[in-house]
């Protein structure tokens, strides 16, 4: 499937509640129509969303799906998952001055999770959050990924602010043009400062290339307590609401581990076929049926 084709999430707000409608459970998905431009072809095309389905429905098959954008209510041709379609998976460590005390257990985390992933057909990023940013290289040898996460070093000196959502899109750059799943895992506190990057341009280029975004916020003090406190990675919350991904707060490692590396499993590609479309943003929802959930992207666009 070409790059071109595919349909691309953008992200309006929080995710809606599922109504029941006529014996299927709909999750439907609201975004702002743009003018499209062009003309609109006869012919078929194959586009696809990411979902995450939930433990009960891993069983569910593509006769159980039906996607409606627009006017448009189609069947799904097909399911996905990882080794079929390869994963890109980039992990962002939190190395700040602010993580000092909490830097090894994003490294134990970190490394657990890529035990647990690590296969043939999935490729590793390692991306260091801090003063100063470092990507490595992907690689799909765990070792080598394994060996960046124990030889990074936390930044010295006082609490500053952290660009994390460069950080981030640095990493979402690094594995958009590979074909196959993208998926994103943050790990550290959670606030960012001095990003050149703002968080609506970070939540476009994450819908722009269909990332599954994760995020754990791993710190030394509680992120419960005053409405202040409450700030802690609100965005990033909704960022993984946005695109099928999960969010945990200062869970054990095993448990954190364990949920991030079964959700990652659970997601697919839905791919589906439908006359060419115009350019341009469409309401998209998709269908299930009773006793099924998806957890879908919330909007598309015809690039």
Do not use: C
């Amino acid at each position: 499937m070409s790059r071109s084709s595919r349909l691309v999430a953008l992200n309006t707000g929080r995710s809606q509640p599922l109504r029941w409608v006529a014996g299927l459970a709909v999750a439907t998905i609201f975004t702002l129509l743009v003018p499209p431009t062009g003309t609109t072809s006869a012919d078929n095309r194959q586009y696809s969303i990411v979902a995450r389905v939930d433990a009960k429905s891993a069983g569910l098959t593509r006769n159980e799906i039906v996607v409606r954008i627009g006017n448009m209510r189609v069947p799904a041709a097909a399911i996905h998952a990882n080794p079929e379609i390869p994963r890109h998976i980039a992990i962002v460590v939190d190395a700040g001055p602010n993580q000092a005390n909490a830097l090894s257990k994003e490294k134990e985390l970190a490394i657990a999770l890529m035990n647990e992933l690590s296969d043939a057909s999935t490729s590793f990023s390692i991306i260091r959050a801090g003063i100063s940013s470092k990507t490595e290289a992907a690689t799909s040898d765990r070792s080598l990924a394994t060996e960046s996460i124990r030889g990074m070093a936390g930044d010295m000196g006082k609490n500053t602010n952290i660009p994390v959502y460069d950080a981030i899109g640095s990493a979402i750059r690094q594995i958009s043009p590979n074909p196959g799943f993208h998926i994103v895992i943050f790990i550290g506190e959670g606030n960012d400062g001095g990003s050149i990057l703002r968080y609506t341009e970070l939540r476009s280029l994450a819908e722009s290339n269909q990332v599954a975004f994760f995020a754990v916020l791993v710190a030394d003090h509680s992120l419960r307590g005053t409405k202040s406190i409450l700030r802690y990675g609100w965005n990033l919350r909704e960022l993984t609401g946005d695109t099928a991904g999960i969010f945990l707060e200062n869970q054990k490692t095993p448990k954190a581990t364990r949920r991030l590396s079964e959700s990652v499993q659970d997601l697919r590609l839905i791919s589906f076929g439908m006359p060419s479309m115009q350019s341009g943003q469409y309401n998209i929802s998709v269908s299930v049926r009773r006793g099924k959930r998806l957890h879908v992207e919330k909007a598309m666009v015809v690039p």
